[in-house]
Nanobody
């Protein structure tokens, strides 16, 4: 598992972003994939998860209804579509799969 998160940036309240998590490992994987985030001075927080098949998803309470997780098994890639962003969503976002963690991507939302 070799994960790389991308797609972060600086946006304003109400804007949208789409994060990408690519697993560039040598072998196809069948792991669940998930997104966590960590804001300055806070603990890492669960954001969203998706089963290896893509059938089941789960979301943290703060993002339910605004964020959507999806994946493409063949590409070993997952996405996190984030809508109606608020300053409280400002954090470094990390993806995880198979026990591995990718380097995070910064999301900054200004009011």
């Amino acid at each position: 598992v070799q994960l790389q998160a991308s797609g972060g940036g600086s946006v304003q309240t109400g804007d949208s972003l789409r994060l990408t998590c690519e697993d560039s490992g040598d072998a196809p994987t069948s792991y669940n994939m998930g997104w966590f985030r960590q804001a300055p001075g806070k603990e890492r927080e669960f954001v969203a998860g998706i089963s290896w098949s893509g059938v089941r998803t789960a979301y943290g309470d703060p993002v339910t209804g605004r964020f959507t997780i999806s994946r493409d098994i063949a590409q070993n890639t997952a996405w996190l579509s984030m809508n109606n962003l608020t300053p409280e969503d400002t954090a470094v976002y990390f993806c995880t799969s198979g026990g591995g963690w990718g380097r995070g991507t910064q999301v900054t939302v200004s009011s």
